[in-house]
């Protein structure tokens, strides 16, 4: 196959000797995961962090004197500034540490909806939150749910039939009335890469505070806050190596500092009094109860793994599999990408229909072989939705996977076919 | 591939679906979706002299989701209303067992072919979305009939 694109830079085969489970083997099939964009799995180096830090240094974060909780508490900070680090945050006291990316969202559209009147975070009638349509339920549902608490309005932009974001009417779209443009930067659904300097250029025109989505772009490729010039950045752990249960929220200083809180508790005060309290700055004002402590750390340690592999390099091997996965579905009857079909602006998410088979069925009889896809919605409804289709069938490769296994799906694909055609 | 789940009759049902079309007259109608896969189904019931006089019903969904949904009108269709909801009763028994329950073929007939489905918790869900829509709208039927004058 011809491609202009570089050869994988690193030992693959070394990679995936770190990741225990991809040795299974599944329903006496060699296992083939390609569901990563729904979760990755976990390298020895992260589960040895995790546990070497349980094992030997934990204790409560923030509370103590005694000595563990001194060591767990420098080692949940050293996490903090490990991730400012892999997101080029100028300043580690910008990263919030949340559960997952949903709670990241909720986080920032509730504080907006705290806000009191006149405060810069404040909607009310007459004023505008604005996504896209690609958007996962999880940067979309919070803010209907804001919208709904505050009488704003939310707008959309829409798509083309190519998977992209239509731009046409974004002077429109995002206007003077605007507050917030929440954004996905890949989509875990098309795979479409959308051009955030082209949606940020226009919210800072009419004063609207952007948030991007990164849950499929800080896995995948090297994420710079600064750059990006966004005022929010929400990740998740459990897409790029680390546990489920950790994610993160990055936000401009100057704003998490005056953001009013979203839950209250423990650790997110300054002042406690019977009639009310003052809180504390970021990151700890968005920091009630006992955070995700070991999670944390590694998370940490899988930026270490991310950035020690190189994400630049990451990302060419990922658009190698990718290009060879869209070019040989290309090459079949009857199967159709769903999103770009081109390697332009586009991350590793493929989704795909086959004619005639139910997704739920491609992906029951694609188990059958060993190899595990993401079947249904995607908590993108809307997409499936403007596309006509209940459902996609959505291959999705990380770090650790082969063009052998790309090509395990493509010919997956045609004895699907065979078996649903009979 | 897949024989254990994917049993001829299931096939034969997902390509020649029974009494599929929406049909008058009818009590009731009803819309009941999968949440997590997409899947719905649009059911209408018409029941008289407690008995299932007609189930019709349109939707998209995959091919366990399909052939259930053809093979429960044909068990429920022209039965008792009590005798039909206990067929259901067995048929979501079935699909509850994790693969440890020996279907009755004479309660459930071809919904014997659903077994190996039950294997499949993620699946579960599929096989029931056509009964789980007959037996809402049913009991929406017998109650508006009771009340009726």
């Given at each position: 196959m011809t491609s202009l694109l570089a050869a994988t830079t690193y030992d693959v085969a070394a990679v995936r000797a770190d990741f225990p489970v991809l040795a299974r083997e599944v329903n006496g099939r060699p296992l083939v995961y390609l569901d990563n964009a729904s979760s990755s799995h976990k390298p020895r180096q992260v589960l040895d962090a995790e546990r070497e830090f349980v094992e030997q240094h934990y204790s409560n974060v923030h509370?103590?004197?005694h000595t563990l909780s001194q060591e767990a508490t420098d080692a949940y900070e050293a996490a903090r500034e490990r991730v400012a680090r892999f997101l080029h945050a100028p300043d580690a006291r910008e990263v919030v540490f949340t559960k997952n990316a949903t709670e990241a969202y909720n986080l920032v559209a509730y504080s907006f909806g705290n806000a009191k009147a006149g405060s810069r975070f404040a909607l009310g009638p007459g004023d505008e939150v604005c996504v896209t349509e690609m958007e996962h339920h999880s940067n979309l549902v919070p803010w209907q749910m804001l919208c709904e608490r505050t009488g704003a309005t939310l707008r959309w932009i829409p798509l083309t039939d190519g998977g992209r974001l239509d731009l046409t009417d974004l002077d429109t779209l995002v206007n003077e009335r605007t507050k917030v443009l929440a954004f996905v930067h890949v989509s875990n659904i098309l795979g479409t890469t959308n051009p955030v300097d082209v949606l940020v250029a226009r919210a800072k025109q009419v004063g609207a505070l952007t948030l991007l989505d990164g849950a499929q772009s800080a896995p995948h490729q090297p994420v710079d806050v600064a750059a990006l010039d966004v005022d929010f950045f929400v990740l998740t752990g459990h897409k790029m190596l680390a546990p489920s249960g950790i994610g993160v929220l990055w936000g401009r200083r100057e704003l998490l500092d005056v953001m009013p809180p979203f839950l209250g508790g423990?650790?997110?005060?300054?002042v406690v009094q019977m009639a009310g309290s003052t809180y504390a700055p970021s990151p700890e004002r968005f920091e009630a109860g006992t955070p995700v402590i070991s999670q944390a750390v590694a998370l940490a340690a899988a930026c270490d793994y991310l950035d020690d592999l190189g994400l630049e390099r990451v990302h060419a091997h990922e658009q190698l599999l990718t290009a060879r996965l869209i070019e040989g579905i290309r090459g079949l009857d009857g199967v159709q990408v769903?999103?770009?079909?081109?390697?332009?602006?586009?991350?590793?998410a493929v989704s795909f229909a086959i004619e005639g088979v139910h997704p739920h069925d491609v992906g029951q009889s694609l188990d059958e072989l060993g190899i595990a896809v993401r079947v249904g919605h995607h908590c993108a409804a809307p997409v499936c939705r403007r596309y006509g289709v209940p459902a996609t069938t959505r291959a999705s490769s990380y770090l650790y996977n082969t063009e052998g296994e790309i090509d395990a799906l493509l010919e997956g694909i045609t004895t699907v076919q065979r078996f649903w055609s009979r | 591939m897949s024989e254990s789940l994917y049993q001829e009759i299931i096939l034969d049902h997902y390509r020649n679906p029974h009494h599929k079309g929406l049909r008058d007259p009818y009590d009731v109608e009803v819309h009941h979706v999968n949440p997590t896969c997409g899947d719905e189904v649009t059911l209408r019931v018409k029941v008289a002299g407690g008995l299932v006089q007609d189930v019709s019903y349109e939707g998209q969904g995959c091919s366990i989701s399909q052939a259930s949904t053809s093979v429960m009108t044909d068990l429920v269709i022209g039965k008792p209303v009590d005798e039909a909801l206990q067929t259901g009763e067995a048929f979501l028994a079935l699909m509850q067992s994790r693969g440890q329950l020996e279907p009755d073929e004479d309660v459930l007939e071809d919904g014997?072919?659903?077994?190996?489905?039950?294997?499949y918790p993620a699946r579960v869900k599929c096989a029931l979305l056509g009964w789980m829509a007959w037996k809402d709208a049913t009991a929406q039927a017998v109650t508006t009939g009771e009340a009726a004058p």
């Amino acid at each position: 196959m011809t491609s202009l694109l570089a050869a994988t830079t690193y030992d693959v085969a070394a990679v995936r000797a770190d990741f225990p489970v991809l040795a299974r083997e599944v329903n006496g099939r060699p296992l083939v995961y390609l569901d990563n964009a729904s979760s990755s799995h976990k390298p020895r180096q992260v589960l040895d962090a995790e546990r070497e830090f349980v094992e030997q240094h934990y204790s409560n974060v923030h509370r103590g004197v005694h000595t563990l909780s001194q060591e767990a508490t420098d080692a949940y900070e050293a996490a903090r500034e490990r991730v400012a680090r892999f997101l080029h945050a100028p300043d580690a006291r910008e990263v919030v540490f949340t559960k997952n990316a949903t709670e990241a969202y909720n986080l920032v559209a509730y504080s907006f909806g705290n806000a009191k009147a006149g405060s810069r975070f404040a909607l009310g009638p007459g004023d505008e939150v604005c996504v896209t349509e690609m958007e996962h339920h999880s940067n979309l549902v919070p803010w209907q749910m804001l919208c709904e608490r505050t009488g704003a309005t939310l707008r959309w932009i829409p798509l083309t039939d190519g998977g992209r974001l239509d731009l046409t009417d974004l002077d429109t779209l995002v206007n003077e009335r605007t507050k917030v443009l929440a954004f996905v930067h890949v989509s875990n659904i098309l795979g479409t890469t959308n051009p955030v300097d082209v949606l940020v250029a226009r919210a800072k025109q009419v004063g609207a505070l952007t948030l991007l989505d990164g849950a499929q772009s800080a896995p995948h490729q090297p994420v710079d806050v600064a750059a990006l010039d966004v005022d929010f950045f929400v990740l998740t752990g459990h897409k790029m190596l680390a546990p489920s249960g950790i994610g993160v929220l990055w936000g401009r200083r100057e704003l998490l500092d005056v953001m009013p809180p979203f839950l209250g508790g423990g650790s997110m005060i300054e002042v406690v009094q019977m009639a009310g309290s003052t809180y504390a700055p970021s990151p700890e004002r968005f920091e009630a109860g006992t955070p995700v402590i070991s999670q944390a750390v590694a998370l940490a340690a899988a930026c270490d793994y991310l950035d020690d592999l190189g994400l630049e390099r990451v990302h060419a091997h990922e658009q190698l599999l990718t290009a060879r996965l869209i070019e040989g579905i290309r090459g079949l009857d009857g199967v159709q990408v769903i999103g770009p079909d081109s390697m332009h602006l586009r991350g590793a998410a493929v989704s795909f229909a086959i004619e005639g088979v139910h997704p739920h069925d491609v992906g029951q009889s694609l188990d059958e072989l060993g190899i595990a896809v993401r079947v249904g919605h995607h908590c993108a409804a809307p997409v499936c939705r403007r596309y006509g289709v209940p459902a996609t069938t959505r291959a999705s490769s990380y770090l650790y996977n082969t063009e052998g296994e790309i090509d395990a799906l493509l010919e997956g694909i045609t004895t699907v076919q065979r078996f649903w055609s009979r | 591939m897949s024989e254990s789940l994917y049993q001829e009759i299931i096939l034969d049902h997902y390509r020649n679906p029974h009494h599929k079309g929406l049909r008058d007259p009818y009590d009731v109608e009803v819309h009941h979706v999968n949440p997590t896969c997409g899947d719905e189904v649009t059911l209408r019931v018409k029941v008289a002299g407690g008995l299932v006089q007609d189930v019709s019903y349109e939707g998209q969904g995959c091919s366990i989701s399909q052939a259930s949904t053809s093979v429960m009108t044909d068990l429920v269709i022209g039965k008792p209303v009590d005798e039909a909801l206990q067929t259901g009763e067995a048929f979501l028994a079935l699909m509850q067992s994790r693969g440890q329950l020996e279907p009755d073929e004479d309660v459930l007939e071809d919904g014997i072919a659903f077994a190996g489905v039950s294997r499949y918790p993620a699946r579960v869900k599929c096989a029931l979305l056509g009964w789980m829509a007959w037996k809402d709208a049913t009991a929406q039927a017998v109650t508006t009939g009771e009340a009726a004058p």
